[in-house]
């Protein structure tokens, strides 16, 4: 069965440092792995997405994230957070196919303060 | 390009009432995807098309929603009756041939007093 754990439901950092938003999965086969950001009242935005190659990849807004296979995690960064980058953040993982249903984990709301 | 669209954004209605939805992809995808979302929870995927035809419907309520895409396009999910326990945000999401990435329209808040 796949499933996605993000263990913190909030994070809050101060503008100007970086963040951390915590992700690990379980998935038969290769993982498909997938950060999303979820503003009020709006859809779900994709940010950056895991498929083979470089474990460190990029993504939207200057973020990036980790796949670390041996601790099954996809950790979501940025260097130097921003007020605007407060929002619900949804990490999600598909088995190694283009029509995979996603798993989503429960979200993390990420304040950043000024 | 276009995003997915969908309408309406909010509706309430009285418990044993029905109600539809409807989502239009992004040109060109030929899979489509409801998602519910319940607050506090991440989406969860009622049901896939690809092209007019369902791949997964293992987790759709099926005696009460149902689901079509006539014509490989557009899509509409219908609630019939329904329950307090269905409001929640109805997400569709559209990814073409060969692109992994999932594309999300702004959802549908449903509110079933």
């Known amino acids: 069965a796949q499933s996605v754990a993000q263990p913190e439901d909030q994070v809050n950092v101060a503008e100007g440092n970086p963040l951390t938003v915590k992700c690990t999965y379980s998935?038969?086969?290769?993982?498909?792995l997938f950060w999303y950001v979820q503003y009020p009242n709006r859809g779900l935005q994709f940010l950056l997405k895991?498929?083979?190659?470089?474990?460190l990849v990029k993504g939207s807004y200057g973020f990036e994230a980790e796949f670390n296979k041996s601790q099954t995690s996809f950790h979501l960064k940025k260097p130097s957070a921003l007020v605007s980058d407060s929002a619900l953040y949804f990490c999600?993982?598909?088995?190694?196919?283009?029509?995979?249903?996603?798993?989503f984990g429960r979200g993390t709301q990420l304040t950043v303060w000024p | 390009e276009a995003g997915v669209a969908q309408s309406p954004r909010y509706k309430i209605i009285e418990k044993r009432q029905s109600v539809a939805f409807w989502c239009n992809p992004i040109?060109?995808?030929?899979?489509l995807y409801w998602y519910q979302q319940i607050l506090g929870q991440g989406p969860k995927l009622l049901i896939q098309?690809?092209?007019?035809?369902?791949?997964?419907d293992s987790q759709l309520p099926k005696d009460r929603f149902s689901a079509e895409r006539l014509k490989g396009v557009d899509s509409t999910l219908k609630i019939q009756p329904a329950k307090l326990e269905d409001s929640a945000v109805y997400l569709c999401?559209?990814?073409?041939?060969?692109?992994?990435?999932?594309?999300f329209g702004p959802g549908t808040r449903l509110t079933v007093l």
């Open positions: 999600a993982v598909r088995r190694g196919s283009t029509l995979g249903r996603l798993y």
């Open positions: 098309f690809q092209n007019n035809g369902v791949v997964d």
């Open positions: 999401a559209s990814s073409g041939r060969t692109e992994d990435t999932q594309y």
């Open positions: 998935v038969s086969g290769n993982p498909y």
């Open positions: 040109s060109g995808h030929a899979t």
């Open positions: 895991y498929i083979t190659g470089d474990n």
